[in-house]
């Protein structure tokens, strides 16, 4: 085996236990930051294929209220920044249905 494939597949057993060690952790976290249902709508959407309008849209939520959302995301380090045609768009980390967290379909007032 070369050096490189016997690198790739230490990283590989590395981050399979980082992923079962932190599984719950990370739960956690995410519950305790997107505790309302339109919070997790925003953060489950937020996976870089919607644009920013798209999201208003489907979340029936500000601009605004957005925009804080993802820099607080960001800051806590469950989502980051991307360059996106037109600007910066938020790219959530975590898929929230992987854990098992419930995300509406619909925004407020639906």
């Given amino acids: 085996m070369s050096q490189n494939n016997e690198q790739t597949e230490i990283l590989k ?11 719950n952790q990370v739960k ?13 709508l925003i953060y489950q959407l937020s996976d870089g294929n919607l644009t920013s309008t798209e999201i208003i849209k489907k979340a029936k939520a500000s601009s ?24 910066i768009r938020f790219v959530r980390s975590f898929d929230l249905t992987l854990f098992g967290i419930n ?7 639906s």
Avoid at 104 to 109: I, M, V
């Fill in 28 to 40: 956690d976290v995410l519950n305790s930051i997107l505790d309302t249902d339109s919070k997790k």
């Fill in 103 to 109: 995300v509406p379909t619909k925004g407020r007032n």
């Fill in 64 to 87: 605004a209220t957005i925009t804080k959302y993802w820099q607080e995301w960001e800051k806590s380090g469950i989502g980051e920044s991307k360059s996106a045609r037109g600007g």
């Fill in 13 to 23: 057993e590395i981050l399979k236990w980082v992923k079962v060690t932190s599984f």
